[in-house]
């Protein structure tokens, strides 16, 4: 005769637990930085003119219900305020440079860096644009407090990097 064992409720619990961290720490996250400054870090107006300089200029974006953002401009550059902090760029020269942190390991774009940075890197994964030819797309997920439909965008011509840019939609 057979002997059954049954399994009882703690040990259920603790197979389930460590399915789910398993998974958990199985996916990998990755930070964006523009100038050396984290993506979502706290951002006030002095803060931003001490790291980055004096705007050009700036506008405000509202979404006309409870969100309003402060775009600034330096150049042909733009950094974007939410909520007192840095929620977005677009990065058109090689005044700032982006990091890209996956794994513990660091990756730096620069405008003007030459396409073939992606083709040594296989945790950045990039992706060509449909109706875009010269425009790549890398895919952000899981990065942590986005919507799900953000992403970091790199455009290219002729085989260099023209611009970088992360934007929250409005």
């Not at 197979?15 to 100038?35: G, M, P, W």
């Not at 006309?64 to 929620?87: A, M, P, Q, R």
């Amino acid at each position: 005769m057979m002997k059954m064992k049954t399994l009882n409720i703690s040990s259920f619990i603790a197979v389930i637990c460590l399915f789910l961290s398993y998974n958990l720490s199985a996916q990998e996250s990755y930070k964006l930085a523009v100038n050396g400054i984290e993506l979502y870090s706290e951002m006030s107006y002095d803060d931003m003119a001490a790291k980055f300089g004096l705007p050009d200029s700036y506008y405000v974006a509202d979404d006309g219900l409870v969100s309003f953002s402060n775009v600034y401009f330096y150049g042909n550059n733009t950094l974007t305020i939410e909520d007192g902090k840095l929620c977005g760029f677009s990065v058109a020269d090689d005044r700032w440079g982006i990091s890209i942190s996956v794994s513990g390991i660091v990756y730096n774009l620069f405008s003007g860096d030459s396409i073939t940075i992606f083709e040594d890197h296989e945790k950045l994964k990039l992706l060509e644009h449909p109706r875009l030819p010269e425009t790549f797309w890398i895919i952000d997920d899981p990065l942590p407090n986005n919507p799900p439909d953000t992403y970091l965008m790199v455009e290219c011509s002729n085989g260099k990097i023209v611009s970088i840019s992360y934007n929250e939609p409005l």
